[in-house]
């Protein structure tokens, strides 16, 4: 598709009136996803949105995106929206910045390159087909599948074999998984309150979330102190987080530390994947011909063996159909920032102390880069079609300095979910099932999404 050019842009961003006192934000937080993908339409590539007493500038130009993101840690810092963050997280990977933030960045990613990625993809793959075959079984009993909480139980299940190894026990699997569910909760009710006054009175829902909170304390110290006696198995995450040195001090990470990078890695790391896994289920469920291929493609490159980590680039329709799946439901469905310089883009003025919002939801649909744009289409991610695009009309891991450390390790689950699941089974849509995006902290599904499973004969 030819993109039309991109006008330019007045000095001031406009956008809609509001009402007194609170602008936009009824609008907002009644239906995010419609209100600003309206705005972006009617408005265009940069909107002023009235939240409160706040003013932020929605920005929807790819160029201007880069700009944004890859001045990250420069001329534009992360939003205060991130400080709501904090009571659980501590200053972890998402939530710190400046120094602290690139010493931190420079101890946790090398956890992340691919030859530790190819030492943890056995283990991966082995939780996967722990799982298929329980779905398999259901398969022989016509009894449907919870797609949501089932992604959710095994992307949990993953990053905690993961980073911890053999370290977790079952009652410990429930009591986590619980506090995981209230905290998500709690986020979600706090990301669009203009003050966190309502967080410190003495509430139930308060009172639960500081009970999980701990909870996650207890067994994320627990498992630090045993890792640090030597109980931490080589190879996990955990262990090269300890072994973790800074080069110019020498010096690694202490406990609060650690227990803040690991927690958020796990909250990170398990909810996005989980939210596209489940929708890309979904998707092939509702497209049999992509369901077909991905089969065809797992039994082609792995036949019935286990897969090893150079198997995934050969995976490349798992890879579309995931790269598509993102594109329609990117779990970041924001990223927010806020300018600590006055900028110009192409003539557009942001003062410093702006807060900009940039949404891979509304970008990821913009009429002028994806062609019908609600349809799904993983021929979209062929790399002749990649090409043609500009950079930052596709950007579900962020980009810049800041981009998802996670990024592989995500791409490894979900590709060997996606093709170790067709591989012996088949989806269908239970009758009446129409899940619509919600927006809360990161992107799901408005229902339970019940699918059939059945093994794949063809
Ligand atoms: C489909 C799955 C995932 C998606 C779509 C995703 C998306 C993102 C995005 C958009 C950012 C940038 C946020 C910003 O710039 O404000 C980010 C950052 C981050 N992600 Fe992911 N993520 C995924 C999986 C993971 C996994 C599996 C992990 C860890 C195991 C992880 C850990 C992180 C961390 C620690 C950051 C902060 C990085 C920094 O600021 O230095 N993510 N992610």
Same mark, same amino acid.
């Given at each position: 598709?030819?993109?039309?050019?991109?006008?330019?842009?007045?000095?001031?961003?406009?956008?809609?009136?509001?009402?007194?006192?609170?602008?936009?934000?009824?609008?907002?937080?009644?239906?995010?996803?419609?209100?600003?993908?309206?705005?972006?339409?009617?408005?265009?590539?940069?909107?002023?949105?009235?939240?409160?007493?706040?003013?932020?500038?929605?920005?929807?130009?790819?160029?201007?995106?880069?700009?944004?993101?890859?001045?990250?840690?420069?001329?534009?810092?992360?939003?205060?929206?991130?400080?709501?963050?904090?009571?659980?997280?501590?200053?972890?990977?998402?939530?710190?910045?400046?120094?602290?933030?690139?010493?931190?960045?420079?101890?946790?990613?090398?956890?992340?390159?691919?030859?530790?990625?190819?030492?943890?993809?056995?283990?991966?793959?082995?939780?996967?087909?722990?799982?298929?075959?329980?779905?398999?079984?259901?398969?022989?009993?016509?009894?449907?599948?919870?797609?949501?909480?089932?992604?959710?139980?095994?992307?949990?299940?993953?990053?905690?074999?993961?980073?911890?190894? =053999?370290?977790?026990?079952?009652? &410990?699997? @429930? *009591?986590?998984? %619980?506090?995981? /569910?209230?905290?998500?909760?709690? +986020?979600? $009710?706090?990301?669009?309150?203009?003050?966190?006054?309502?967080?410190?009175?003495?509430?139930?829902?308060?009172?639960?979330?500081?009970?999980?909170?701990?909870?996650?304390?207890?067994?994320?110290?627990?498992?630090?102190?045993?890792?640090?006696?030597?109980?931490?198995?080589?190879?996990?995450?955990?262990?090269?987080?300890?072994?973790?040195?800074?080069?110019?001090?020498?010096?690694?990470?202490?406990?609060?530390?650690?227990?803040?990078?690991?927690?958020?890695?796990?909250?990170?790391?398990?909810?996005?994947?989980?939210?596209?896994?489940?929708?890309?289920?979904?998707?092939?469920?509702?497209?049999?011909?992509? =369901?077909?291929?991905?089969?065809? &493609?797992? @039994? *082609?490159?792995? %036949?019935?063996? /286990?897969?090893?980590?150079?198997? +995934?680039? $050969?995976?490349?329709?798992?890879?579309?159909?995931?790269?598509?799946?993102?594109?329609?439901?990117?779990?970041?469905?924001?990223?927010?920032?806020?300018?600590?310089?006055?900028?110009?883009?192409?003539?557009?003025?942001?003062?410093?102390?702006?807060?900009?919002?940039?949404?891979?939801?509304?970008?990821?649909?913009?009429?002028?880069?994806?062609?019908?744009?609600?349809?799904?289409?993983?021929?979209?991610?062929?790399?002749?079609?990649?090409?043609?695009?500009?950079?930052?009309?596709?950007?579900?891991?962020?980009?810049?300095?800041?981009?998802?450390?996670?990024?592989?390790?995500?791409?490894?689950?979900?590709?060997?979910?996606?093709?170790?699941?067709?591989? @012996?089974?088949?989806?269908?849509?239970?009758?009446?099932?129409?899940?619509?995006?919600?927006?809360?902290?990161?992107?799901?599904?408005?229902?339970?999404?019940?699918?059939?499973?059945?093994?794949?004969?063809?």
């Amino acid at each position: 598709m030819a993109a039309e050019p991109a006008p330019v842009p007045g000095p001031r961003a406009p956008g809609p009136a509001g009402w007194p006192l609170l602008g936009v934000l009824p609008r907002l937080r009644r239906d995010p996803l419609a209100f600003l993908t309206g705005a972006a339409a009617r408005y265009g590539d940069a909107v002023t949105l009235r939240l409160g007493p706040r003013r932020v500038v929605l920005i929807n130009r790819p160029e201007w995106i880069h700009r944004i993101l890859h001045e990250t840690e420069g001329r534009y810092g992360k939003a205060a929206f991130y400080d709501k963050l904090v009571p659980v997280l501590g200053y972890g990977l998402v939530t710190s910045e400046g120094a602290f933030w690139r010493r931190q960045r420079r101890l946790v990613q090398p956890a992340f390159q691919r030859a530790r990625l190819a030492e943890l993809c056995t283990g991966v793959a082995e939780v996967i087909e722990a799982r298929v075959r329980a779905w398999g079984a259901l398969a022989g009993r016509g009894a449907a599948l919870e797609v949501s909480r089932e992604s959710t139980a095994l992307t949990l299940e993953i990053a905690l074999r993961a980073f911890f190894g =053999a370290g977790i026990g079952d009652e &410990e699997f @429930r *009591a986590l998984r %619980g506090a995981v /569910a209230q905290l998500q909760a709690a +986020l979600n $009710r706090r990301l669009w309150s203009l003050t966190d006054l309502g967080t410190r009175l003495p509430t139930p829902a308060n009172r639960r979330f500081r009970a999980s909170c701990a909870v996650l304390d207890d067994i994320v110290y627990r498992l630090i102190r045993a890792g640090r006696a030597g109980g931490a198995s080589r190879g996990v995450l955990l262990g090269l987080l300890l072994e973790a040195r800074d080069e110019e001090s020498g010096a690694g990470m202490e406990d609060r530390e650690l227990r803040d990078e690991v927690l958020t890695l796990l909250l990170a790391g398990h909810e996005t994947s989980a939210n596209v896994l489940a929708w890309a289920w979904y998707r092939l469920a509702r497209h049999p011909d992509w =369901a077909r291929r991905v089969a065809l &493609e797992a @039994r *082609a490159v792995l %036949g019935s063996r /286990a897969p090893e980590f150079d198997d +995934l680039p $050969r995976l490349t329709t798992a890879r579309m159909v995931l790269e598509e799946t993102m594109r329609l439901y990117p779990p970041a469905w924001f990223l927010a920032r806020t300018a600590r310089e006055d900028d110009s883009l192409d003539g557009l003025r942001l003062r410093a102390g702006t807060t900009v919002l940039i949404s891979p939801y509304v970008t990821h649909r913009h009429p002028r880069y994806w062609e019908s744009p609600e349809e799904f289409r993983p021929e979209r991610f062929a790399p002749e079609a990649v090409r043609a695009r500009p950079r930052y009309a596709y950007f579900p891991f962020g980009g810049g300095p800041r981009r998802c450390v996670g990024e592989a390790f995500a791409m490894m689950e979900m590709q060997l979910a996606l093709a170790l699941s067709a591989r @012996r089974l088949r989806m269908a849509t239970a009758p009446g099932v129409r899940p619509v995006p919600r927006a809360y902290v990161t992107l799901r599904p408005s229902e339970e999404i019940r699918l059939h499973p059945a093994p794949r004969d063809d």
